[in-house]
């Protein structure tokens, strides 16, 4: 018989029948090295026994659903956002800040602290667009008669501008040239309409 390495465990566990376990045992007699590798497997089991099971008491898992709510329920008192499992909070919350966001741009001046408009635009009233329309037509006529070597009186004599002294003296133009670099395209396009309308070359 060869060596019964295999039919160890099996005469360990009362597997094999009568006969076969006889020629086991016979063989243990006679082979030290099967012998051997038999007294190691009985070491194992002897270290091994029967594992240990432990069981709680049953008032330990009686707790479990009370200390969990607790735990549960100081985490959401300590919580600084509101429970986004809340099907109604992810909607509602969302949209309220939109709404909130949109109301308060449609409502917001957006003017500099200098009193310009984002972009070099400037709020112009209407009185003020066609005051400013008035002494860019004046200057531009009486700058064109002065070029052309019209005498002012010759001017005044053909009745095509009616002169104002006071704004003549107050209109700076690199202060004209500084209003209309502060347009924005609206308030340029209709500027550049009225003096077409107005203006007599």
Same mark, same amino acid.
């Given at each position: 018989m060869q060596h019964a390495a295999q039919l160890l465990i099996d005469l360990l566990e009362g597997r094999l029948d009568d006969a076969v376990s006889r020629d086991v045992e016979r063989h243990l007699v006679e082979c030290p090295v099967c012998r051997e590798d038999w007294q190691a497997i009985q070491a194992v089991k002897d270290t091994s026994g029967d594992p240990v099971t432990f069981r709680p008491v049953p008032e330990y898992?009686? *707790? %479990?659903?009370?200390?969990?709510? *607790?735990? &549960?329920?100081?985490?959401?008192?300590? *919580?600084? /956002?509101?429970?986004m499992s809340n099907s109604i909070v992810r909607v509602v919350l969302p =949209?309220?800040? =939109? %709404? %909130?966001? /949109? =109301? $308060?741009?449609?409502? &917001?001046?957006? $003017?500099?602290?200098? @009193?310009?408009?984002?972009?070099?635009?400037?709020?112009?009233?209407?009185?003020e667009l066609a005051d400013f329309v008035s002494t860019v037509d004046l200057l531009s006529t009486v700058e064109l008669a002065t070029a052309a070597g019209i005498d002012d009186r010759a001017l005044l004599a053909s @009745?095509?501008?009616?002169?104002?002294?006071a704004g003549l003296e107050d209109v700076d133009p690199t202060n004209l040239h500084a209003m209309l670099d502060t347009f924005g395209n609206e308030e340029a396009n209709e500027l550049i309409t009225r003096l077409g309308q107005r203006t007599t070359l």
């Amino acid at each position: 018989m060869q060596h019964a390495a295999q039919l160890l465990i099996d005469l360990l566990e009362g597997r094999l029948d009568d006969a076969v376990s006889r020629d086991v045992e016979r063989h243990l007699v006679e082979c030290p090295v099967c012998r051997e590798d038999w007294q190691a497997i009985q070491a194992v089991k002897d270290t091994s026994g029967d594992p240990v099971t432990f069981r709680p008491v049953p008032e330990y898992f009686s *707790s %479990i659903l009370p200390r969990v709510r *607790s735990r &549960l329920e100081e985490r959401r008192r300590w *919580s600084l /956002i509101p429970d986004m499992s809340n099907s109604i909070v992810r909607v509602v919350l969302p =949209a309220t800040f =939109a %709404i %909130i966001a /949109i =109301a $308060t741009l449609s409502h &917001l001046q957006l $003017t500099a602290p200098d @009193g310009q408009a984002p972009e070099g635009r400037m709020n112009v009233a209407p009185q003020e667009l066609a005051d400013f329309v008035s002494t860019v037509d004046l200057l531009s006529t009486v700058e064109l008669a002065t070029a052309a070597g019209i005498d002012d009186r010759a001017l005044l004599a053909s @009745g095509d501008v009616v002169p104002d002294p006071a704004g003549l003296e107050d209109v700076d133009p690199t202060n004209l040239h500084a209003m209309l670099d502060t347009f924005g395209n609206e308030e340029a396009n209709e500027l550049i309409t009225r003096l077409g309308q107005r203006t007599t070359l």
